[in-house]
């Protein structure tokens, strides 16, 4: 195995003896923070309770509302002066959450993110373009100062401007770049749309994530611009990319347990799931200095994947991420996620890339209605071929999701977008006469 740093070779018996001692080191720091001194107190806890890994159940978890409270600095466990770094979670779902660093803290992120890089095929020699905000969203900075330590040449393209993110990626002869799914796929139909050939664009690895994607998705953008793509995940409250990345088999995303303990819990009773059982994801920071996170409820649903990864990393595999706790929609009594929509979607040929679920309520009755763009190939004038694969689409949907949504064609690039940041999959219009 080639690697980056020597923890990616460590075996089990390695990883859970460190993982112990940091995490005791972890509760120690944390005691420096008015929220987990108070914490800690109520529970009767003490670092050297953890005598074993089992025993972080007996902490307490910690919610997103919990970060919300302490707003701004009721985490913090170091003087300010030791602060240089401050980032925010793009607020997604409410208010933003608010992560303060000190220089190790970003200097060790640096490294896991290098390290991630350098796992799929990344190296200094490599031309680096990061398509991705460079404000408070951790996806910006936090995916340049990775490159940079790796020693790419590294492009702080940002956002938007598609014309200008295209010409950056043929002038300097980018080979590797960071973009979110819907934007990727965006892009290569920007050129497509233009008569230019997408795949003649110079990158050959991209690294694809920031927002839940399907299987199809990735393929789709694999396809479309002729490079790989590897699936990135990673959240603010625990820095942001580089917790968990896929190797070059892109099969699960191994989660860095030198630096993090990952749990899954069923979300309603917050007990451990049994092994491989999907779940939410809970993680824990372990080299963090400035701002320790302990048992956070990412809201994230995944599993572990089981059995070892032919790459030889004996850091546990999650399971691509199949959406939030929060994503998940009730419509008549059935629970849809909007990732099981875009899979049976992205199935279909003539489907485009951009989709919008839309939920309504018509005299008491919800109903689900769903926006495809159709490729312009297909959006022809023949009525008959368009209302079958509207029912085609329709029926597809119904086995999946066992109601039965209408289906809307539309031409393709006339769905809103949000260029280049995380797309909006979803739009609930029951609740808006409250
Ligand atoms: P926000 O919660 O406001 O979006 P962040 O910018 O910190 O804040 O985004 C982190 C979240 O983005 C994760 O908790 C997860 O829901 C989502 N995410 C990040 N990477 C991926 C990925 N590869 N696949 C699916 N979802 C992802
Ligand atoms: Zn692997």
Redesign the pocket.
Known sequence: MEYYDQAETWDRQTIERTQLVRLRNTLTQALRSPFYRDRFERAGLAPQDMRSLADLEKIPFTS?EDLRAAYPYGLVTVPMEELVRFHA??????A??VVCHTQDDLDSWADLMARCMYMVGIRRSDVFQNIAGYGL???GLGIHSGAERLGCLTIPAGTGNTRRQLKLLRDMRVSALHIIPSYALYLGNALLEEGEDPRSLPPRIAL??????TEEARRRIEDLLDLKAY???????MN??GV?FECLEQNG?HVWEDAYIAEIVDPKTGEAVPEGEPGELVMTTLCRRGMPVIRFR???LTRFLPGDCPCGRKHRRLD??A??VDDMLIVKGCNIYPMQVEQILMSFREVGENYLIILENEENMDRMRVQVEVRSEFFVEDMRALTSLQRKIAGRLRDEILITPKVDLVQQNSLPRIEGG?ARRVEDRRFAKL
């Open positions: 997103k979670s793009s607020g997604t779902t409410g933003p959450v969203f951790t996806g694809v994530g920031a927002e839940p994607h699936n990135s995940y990673g959240l603010s409250e942001g990319p968990a995303l990412t809201r994230d691509r991420i959406g939030r995380k």
